[in-house]
């Protein structure tokens, strides 16, 4: 009987895998999931949309010259074709195309107005890096503070100022001109 359970074991043995951790399951993110490839990606989407949106905007203006519409099919072939072209895994929207041929703005930069204070900011930015450096990091207070005796009695003041009230900021007691706590929270994103 020990016979019998030496040799049971020793086949168990035998049968183990050489590798063991041929079978461990490996952490990490997937293979090809890279920051990079992220960016190439949106990089693509945005080339691919502008490709799409000049092509959609040509066949219009061609079509209205022979006072015929675009046949219903031609976005949906185009968007299809221009997908496959630039390996594009994101769909892209008929209304999205349709929008920005529009407001002939076939290739936005960004989502919205930049900020007067931009290139103040990075003054602001090597400031607070020295800071740092010396272990005396600003408060809230102390960088909005700065921020506006930076820019107080300047051309950028006003400009700050237009810019506020063309976008309605602040309340009653709300002074134009100087920035405040929402800018703080803006500018550390």
Same mark, same amino acid.
């Given at each position: 009987?020990?016979?019998?359970?030496?040799?049971?074991?020793?086949?168990? &043995?035998?049968?183990?895998?050489?590798?063991?951790?041929?079978?461990? $399951?490996?952490?990490?993110?997937?293979?090809?999931?890279?920051?990079?490839?992220?960016?190439?990606?949106?990089?693509?989407?945005?080339?691919?949309?502008?490709?799409?949106?000049?092509?959609?905007?040509?066949?219009?203006?061609?079509?209205?010259?022979?006072?015929?519409?675009?046949?219903?099919?031609?976005?949906?072939?185009?968007?299809?074709?221009?997908?496959?072209?630039?390996?594009?895994?994101?769909?892209?929207?008929?209304?999205?195309?349709?929008?920005?041929? &529009?407001?002939?703005? $076939?290739?936005?930069? $960004?989502?919205?107005?930049?900020?007067?204070?931009?290139?103040?900011?990075?003054?602001?930015?090597?400031?607070?890096?020295q800071m740092g450096t010396i272990h005396q990091p600003l408060a809230v207070k102390e960088g909005i503070g700065l921020m506006n005796s930076l820019i107080d009695g300047?051309?950028?003041?006003?400009?700050?100022?237009?810019?506020?009230?063309?976008?309605?900021?602040?309340?009653? &007691?709300?002074?134009?001109?100087?920035?405040?706590?929402?800018?703080?929270?803006?500018?550390l994103k």
């Amino acid at each position: 009987s020990r016979a019998t359970n030496t040799s049971s074991i020793t086949s168990s &043995l035998s049968t183990a895998p050489t590798n063991p951790s041929s079978n461990r $399951h490996q952490g990490g993110c997937p293979k090809g999931s890279t920051n990079e490839k992220k960016r190439l990606g949106i990089g693509n989407y945005n080339t691919c949309l502008k490709a799409i949106c000049d092509n959609y905007a040509y066949k219009i203006f061609a079509m209205r010259s022979q006072n015929r519409p675009v046949y219903n099919k031609f976005l949906d072939n185009l968007i299809e074709n221009k997908n496959t072209e630039f390996i594009i895994e994101t769909e892209i929207s008929k209304q999205t195309v349709r929008n920005q041929v &529009l407001q002939k703005n $076939h290739n936005p930069r $960004h989502p919205g107005t930049c900020s007067p204070l931009e290139d103040t900011e990075k003054a602001l930015v090597i400031i607070c890096i020295q800071m740092g450096t010396i272990h005396q990091p600003l408060a809230v207070k102390e960088g909005i503070g700065l921020m506006n005796s930076l820019i107080d009695g300047t051309r950028l003041q006003k400009t700050v100022s237009k810019f506020q009230s063309a976008r309605q900021v602040g309340n009653d &007691l709300f002074n134009p001109g100087e920035i405040g706590k929402g800018w703080w929270q803006g500018f550390l994103k």
